[in-house]
């Protein structure tokens, strides 16, 4: 198959010499005039279970014009798929330690679900051994190449790992708590029962067991559920992801649907930046909610990220005594990402 580097090698001045070879394309890889307006994304993991579902829903959002694949494996092989999708990002593959820099540089918005997922019986906190050091070495990349991008923090587990990113950033001088964000989107659409382009339920604290806290009195539109219905549900959102892990039975957990929810957040992101007004997610960040340094709650973004931090709401007695238990878990989880960079 003949190649677009055959036909029309990169400008050898180009900021990315290791630019994967792309084929001449069923796809948008070959630009008679540069790429469409629009912003900057790499993807970090790209060739992991969600990264490859999450690379082909990037590369169809029209507001992304450049597409970077990172991945310690398989990248060129990704990079050369998604490069046939006729659409507009112009997409590019890094691969391993030494093409980190050229994957972040000039990026707008990087998005990381590197590291590796639960198997039954596993805990999201067993994962840190192995997460928290990927994550913390590809934020100082972060820290380096792309201070000011937007980071939406996937990895498990999430409750330590934005902490872990957030040490990072402040070590280099580059931290800035509005560009920072852990995605617990997921979270939000495993509201059981219901449909959920017609329900919006508020899920605040953070991402593992009883640090998600879904805020069911605020359903919306407004419904009304007895207190059986109120502890299965929370049981059901709180359990979401270890219900994929079990019916994975080893092979790891939630990507299809976490691709989704994390091109969807990504997305929320973008039109953020673009200045679109009134985009209103959850996510988990840097917060005074409470009277911890991070938390899940509503947060409305804009062309500097975080924008405004909205506060809870009012609580019934359930979700205040959700709330204590979901703190107290959660203080322990970001002082573990604290101290695993000030160690
Ligand atoms: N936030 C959420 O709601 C949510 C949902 C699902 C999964 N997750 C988490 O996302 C992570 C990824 O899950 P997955 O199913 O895609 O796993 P996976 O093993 O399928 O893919 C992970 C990818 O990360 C890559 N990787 C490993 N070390 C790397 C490094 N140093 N730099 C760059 N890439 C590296 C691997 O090569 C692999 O391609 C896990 O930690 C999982 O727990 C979070
Ligand atoms: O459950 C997991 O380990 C993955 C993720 O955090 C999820 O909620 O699906």
Sequence with gaps: MATLASHLRPDPASSHPQMEEVPLLRGSNCRAKGAAPGFKVAILGAAGGIGQPLALLMKMNP??????????????????????????????????????????TGMDL??????????PGMTRDDLFNINAGIVRTLCEGIAKCCPKAIVNVISNPVNSTVPIAAEVFKKAGTYDP??????????????????????????????????ILPLLSQVNPACSFTSEEVNH???????????????????????????????????????????????????YVASQVTELPFFASKVRLGRSGVEEILPLGPLNEFERAGLEKAKKELAQSIQKGVTFINK
Excluded: W
Excluded at 268 to 278: M, N, Q, S, Y
């Design 63 to 104: 507001l992304v014009s450049v597409l970077h694949l990172y991945d310690v494996v398989n990248t060129p092989g990704v990079t050369a798929d998604i490069s046939h999708m006729n659409t507009g990002a112009v997409v590019r593959g890094f691969l391993g330690q030494p093409q980190l820099e050229n994957a972040l």
């Design 110 to 119: 990087v998005v990381i679900p590197a590291g590796v997922p639960r198997k």
């Design 233 to 283: 549900l929370t049981s059901r959102i709180q359990n979401g992801g270890t219900e994929v892990v079990e019916a994975k039975a080893g092979a790891g957990s939630a990507t299809l649907s976490m691709a989704y929810a994390a091109a969807k957040f990504a997305d929320a992101c973008l039109r953020g930046l673009r200045g679109d007004a009134g985009i209103v997610e959850c996510s």
């Design 178 to 211: 509005k560009r920072l964000l852990g995605v617990t989107t997921l979270d939000v659409g495993e509201v059981l029962g219901l449909d959920p382009r017609e329900v919006n339920v508020p899920v605040v604290g953070g991402h593992a067991g009883v640090t």
